[in-house]
């Protein structure tokens, strides 16, 4: 954790206080609770922090009594390191990995946290993951991940950084696209202003499931800097869509949000397409998004997407054709007179330089294994500043060698060699 950044050092006469920006502590009655951006925890037993002092706690800090400052946050940041590698998800208690600085974890190799660059001026950053909801077609399936992860915003500003200084085109877009929601990211505000401050960043635009923006959550988010809410939408119908997503979900307050962010920011509409489900309420979908553009000022679209079978997401039904996805696009297009089908240049997409390869598909190499994969049966390793998801590792810690199995947009895959 960046402690220049998370920590307020307070002295008092004798007391030394322990507070983070990032971390609120709760009292138990054998434990202290870290509770880090609002959503993760984590607990430290008492009779270790009284090792460093008489301690209490008070609006969210821990109060060592009769002790220097200097000398309780040596001992209290050894007693912290070890227990926030316990980190839980309190939506479900999934195990949890926090990522920063000096966690030894690199921002690029892994599809689901950190950062992904296809070569283009379009990158994608990807704070946390984990969901609010379990859509019945979701490519992710939270039921078969075995950890989330959770990026410290610094930390990932600071690697994009160093990306977006490699690349030649002065008009960037950063892509805010989660395994997940990033409305559960506490500190997504934050995440969206350091991003628009870097000089090239043009634009910044975010997938979202909406359920958690209110009005004034979205003018914040504006005001932070977001240029373009991208909100994935089934249905208008209140019964179907709650079905679909598999939890509790309102429609009609998720389409009153939609209109009121149509009328402050670019806006995309995203349902997923799938047939026999919610095939018959595109047609009100695309009605609805023709009268929001012609409300607006701001560039409102709608993008349908094929529902795609993926390994480990959900499989509600059989995948249709790519013929037939785009027939029933072509069809729409000419019947509402709007434009389903899009190409690069609709989102200014531009081929660009992107990070080099260290190693490439075969390739056998050593790294060091980090923590657990978002599968099962899978580790992360790290080598050459790049994550490896090393598949049916035997081994759990240490050092280990790798075939890379994939390589594509310095997303490694690997196996134990
Ligand atoms: S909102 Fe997206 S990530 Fe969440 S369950 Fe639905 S499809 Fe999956």
Redesign the pocket.
């Known amino acids: 954790m960046n402690k220049e950044h998370n920590k307020k050092i307070e002295i008092s006469n004798k007391n030394a206080e322990i507070s983070y920006q990032s971390i609120k502590f709760k009292n138990h009655e054998n434990y202290v609770r870290g509770i880090l951006y609002k959503l993760f925890y984590f607990d430290i037993p008492k009779d270790e922090l009284e090792k460093i002092g008489k301690l209490k706690i008070a609006n969210n800090k821990i109060i060592f009594e009769n002790i220097q400052q200097q000398k309780a946050d040596r001992k209290f940041d050894v007693i912290l390191s070890k227990h926030i590698t316990n980190l839980k998800n309190s939506l479900g208690n999934k195990n949890s990995m926090f990522i920063h600085e000096n966690s030894g974890i690199p921002l690029i190799g892994n599809g689901s946290f950190g950062i992904v660059d296809r070569g283009s001026n379009i990158i994608e950053i990807k704070p946390i993951t984990g969901?609010?909801?379990?859509?019945i077609?979701?490519?992710?399936?939270?039921t078969k991940r075995a950890i989330d992860f959770l990026v410290e915003p610094n930390y990932l500003v600071q690697e994009l950084e160093k990306i977006i200084n490699i690349k030649e085109s002065q008009d960037i877009e950063i892509h805010i696209g989660?395994?997940?929601?990033p409305l559960l990211y506490e500190p997504l505000e934050e995440l969206i202003q350091l991003c628009s401050k870097i000089k090239k960043v043009k634009r910044i635009s975010m997938?979202t499931?909406a359920c958690m923006i209110t009005k004034e959550k979205a003018d914040s988010l504006i005001k932070a800097g977001l240029t373009q809410f991208n909100i994935?939408i089934d249905t208008l119908n209140f019964d179907k869509a709650k079905q679909i997503?598999?939890?509790p979900y309102n429609i009609n307050k998720i389409k009153e949000i939609t209109e009121y962010i149509s009328k402050k920011s670019d806006l995309m509409v995203a349902p997923?397409l799938v047939p026999k489900i919610n095939d018959e309420d595109m047609i009100e979908l695309i009605k609805w998004i023709k009268q929001l553009k012609d409300n607006s000022n701001y560039n409102i679209r709608i993008g349908i997407q094929k529902y795609l079978k993926y390994k480990f997401g959900k499989k509600p039904i059989k995948e249709e054709t790519w013929d037939s996805f785009f027939e029933t696009l072509k069809k729409y297009e000419n019947e509402y007179k709007i434009k389903l089908i899009f190409d690069a240049s609709d989102f200014k997409v531009v081929k660009d330089i992107m990070p080099k390869k260290p190693f490439k598909k075969n390739d056998i190499i050593k790294a060091e294994i980090v923590c657990q994969g978002r599968m099962d049966n899978e580790v992360i390793a790290v080598s050459e500043n790049r994550c490896i998801s090393v598949i049916n590792s035997t081994k759990k810690t240490g050092l280990v060698k790798v075939k890379i199995l994939r390589d594509k947009h310095n997303i490694f895959f690997g196996t134990e060699a």
């Open positions: 969901c609010n909801l379990d859509c077609y979701c490519s992710v399936d939270e989660c395994q997940g929601e997938d499931n994935s997503a598999s939890a997923i």
